[in-house]
């Protein structure tokens, strides 16, 4: 139940308080209650925990720490190029 | 980028085998060093995806007190037991502490025996049950970390029915970690925090840990990547001496949280002293409903005694312990033979998130042969 899973917000309702939204989770539409995460737009990723949005996800910071594996990535070839003796 | 956040990336098995040998490589002058996360959701990932296979044998992930459902004390089931026989009432909670075994029975066996007892998935379920039944009397039994009190809180803030009550044992994780050092004589070298729970408190509820402690702490998501991240990271600062509190989860977790619910969790609870189930009394961990909203309070209103004392633990169990990271699943002589997620002796065994039923299910993740990025490595 601690469980938290990422979706998106494909509508948003609000002329109902507390705030709801339509989330698409992979396929599986859900109502949830998006009124605390204030900035959370049509289109947005969410984090949602039992029926409420607990923040948005961040697009910047996720291609960040791609940024971050594809570096990885480079650094770990060329340390594999400088043990092939020459 | 499709409807899932890109996070296919995050399960990619080439990052997996680059960060299995970076991990590696930071830990080979580094000897034993023990890690421990205090999340379900991670044992749940770590081994379902096989993560410990991509470590050194060196390298320890122990799984601590990360189970909300197995460390929700017996009192409190006890309290919502008593309150299912009362006349014209009804106890709505998750379907996971249903079955949790309290001093006497479960709440599964109280319904058996007469009780009114109903799972919900959301608080918002709760609220629509009481307003389409406003002659009967309803209680929603509230657990979780700080993941399931922003719900709660914004339920509470907006106006619930006034046949609807809140029997509150959510926890906050943070003071636990304190516990944890000491239990450990200080030998855990570093902790991967809950990325879930850091996205509502923000990295800075954990400044303390550094400030203390001078131990590294590493917010860990829950994708194979973000784990296996969130281990090179802590690593990383072990190596390098620098005990700080660093964000591995940066697509949802900031230095400050969520501010709109950490402002509405202030104005709705307060947090005192409570008891972690079989664990001990850890300070500043409970949430308590404020006094202005004591009218929703169960605990306040209701006649929630029950008429014995509490026992945590039924005998020759060791939850208790296996919360603790002081032993693993195996280590119980009742693991797999008289404790099964069928048949659930302790409270560890029954949620899905608790240490035992995940192992149960999925090993402990040293062997899966069957995992996707094997063959890379």
């Not at chain 2, 943070?174 to 570093?190: A, F, N």
């Not at chain 2, 590294?216 to 620098?242: M, Q, R, S, W």
Request: net charge negative.
């Amino acid at each position: 139940m601690c469980l938290a899973i990422p979706g998106k917000v494909i509508e948003i309702d609000e002329t109902i308080q507390p705030k709801m939204a339509k989330v698409n989770f992979d396929g599986i539409i859900k109502s949830v209650c998006i009124e605390w995460t204030p900035e959370v737009g049509l289109h947005d990723y969410v984090i949602v925990h039992a029926g409420f949005a607990i923040n948005k996800l961040d697009e910047e910071e996720a291609m960040e720490t791609l940024k971050i594996f594809a570096e990885m990535e480079a650094s770990l070839q060329e340390e594999a190029r400088s043990m092939i003796p020459s | 980028m499709g409807e899932h956040a890109n996070l296919e990336k995050y399960k990619n098995a080439e990052y997996v085998a680059h960060l299995s040998k970076a991990i590696k490589a930071v830990s080979a002058s580094l000897g034993t060093v023990k890690l421990m996360h205090v999340c379900g959701t991670h044992e749940h990932e770590i081994a379902r995806h096989g993560i410990r296979q991509f470590l050194p044998p060196t390298i320890q992930i122990i799984p601590g007190p990360g189970c909300p459902v197995c460390i929700c004390p017996v009192e409190s089931i006890d309290q919502a037991i008593t309150l299912a026989y009362q006349p014209n009432t009804t106890v709505l909670t998750f379907g996971d502490m249903v079955r949790v075994p309290a001093s006497h029975e479960s709440l599964e066996d109280a319904r058996r025996n007469g009780g009114s007892v109903k799972m919900v998935y959301s608080a918002l379920d709760a609220v629509n049950l009481a307003r389409e039944n406003p002659n009967s009397t309803f209680v929603f039994f509230s657990i979780g970390f700080e993941t399931t009190v922003v719900g709660i809180a914004g339920m509470i803030k907006t106006g619930i029915p006034k046949n609807l009550y809140v029997l509150l044992a959510n926890r906050y994780m943070p003071p636990v970690l304190k516990l944890l050092m000491d239990v450990h004589d200080e030998s855990i070298q570093g902790f991967l925090l809950a990325g879930h729970a850091a996205t509502i408190t923000g990295l800075h509820a954990y400044d303390f840990m550094e400030d203390e402690f001078q131990l590294p702490c590493v917010a860990t998501g829950f994708e194979p990547v973000d784990i296996l991240l969130g281990i090179f990271e802590c690593l990383k600062l072990i190596k390098n001496k620098e005990p700080r509190i660093v964000n591995a989860y940066p697509r949802a977790v900031n230095e400050h949280g969520n501010t709109v619910a950490l402002q509405l969790i202030e104005d709705v609870f307060e947090r005192k002293p409570g008891i972690w189930r079989g664990i001990d009394i850890v300070d500043d961990s409970a949430f308590r409903i404020k006094e202005e909203y004591s009218f929703l309070d169960a605990e306040k209103q209701l006649d929630c005694t029950p008429p014995y004392p509490p026992r945590s633990h039924p005998p020759g169990c060791d939850c208790h312990r296996i919360m603790l990271g002081e032993l693993l699943p195996t280590n119980c002589k009742m693991f797999t033979k008289t404790c099964t997620p069928s048949n659930p002796y302790g409270p560890c065994m029954v949620s899905p998130e608790g240490t035992c039923h995940t192992w149960f299910k999925h090993g402990s993740g040293k062997i899966s042969l069957t995992h996707t990025a094997a063959h890379t490595i």
